[in-house]
């Protein structure tokens, strides 16, 4: 982002860059799960429509135990496409992770539960879902830029 950045994206970056830092990892989980809490009290209310968020659960690749996380999305006809940023994180985040062990999840997306599979955006596809990503979260392009690895972009599609 620009050095023209309004007071309030330079807080949220300055709060990212802290929170992506491995030990800052068990916050980021009580803040997730607080999120996800909320999410489900409220039947997904609980979000800034800005940005469209929906609860994720995946299977533990280690533990086989369901994980929740909160994360944003945009629809692309029936399916929905997410990005594995982790703030820009070098290390993919857990539950992508997880979805690459055990491509199958549940969605809930504003009080709906959806079965869905999930695979990697494939190369022709993806510069057009990363854009749309991007238009609809631009700290995305922040992310992209203080990680050397190439942010997956994920495609969820309902089974």
Do not use: C
């Not at 949220?12 to 929170?19: E, P």
């Not at 299977?59 to 944003?72: D, E, L, M, N, W």
């Not at 993919?92 to 079965?115: C, F, H, Y």
């Not at 700290?139 to 690895?149: G, L």
Request: net charge positive; hydrophobic share 35%.
């Amino acid at each position: 982002m620009s050095s023209m950045q309004s007071p309030a994206a330079r807080v949220f970056n300055a709060l990212s860059d802290v929170l992506r830092r491995p030990a800052m990892r068990p916050v980021t989980r009580t803040f997730s799960t607080l999120h996800a809490v909320a999410y489900r009290l409220t039947g997904g209310r609980a979000q800034n429509h800005k940005y469209p968020t929906m609860l994720l659960t995946v299977t533990g690749r280690k533990t086989g135990k369901p994980r929740t996380v909160p994360v944003i999305y945009i629809k692309e006809g029936d399916r929905f496409v997410i990005a594995a940023a982790y703030s820009g994180s070098d290390t993919d985040p857990v539950w992508w992770r997880n979805l690459q062990a055990n491509p199958t999840a549940t969605l809930d997306v504003n009080g709906e539960t959806i079965r869905v599979d999930a695979a990697l955006a494939t190369d022709e596809e993806r510069p057009d879902l990363w854009r749309r990503l991007v238009e609809m979260y631009p700290y995305f392009t922040e992310y992209q830029k203080r990680t050397t690895r190439e942010i997956p972009v994920i495609v969820l599609t309902p089974r």
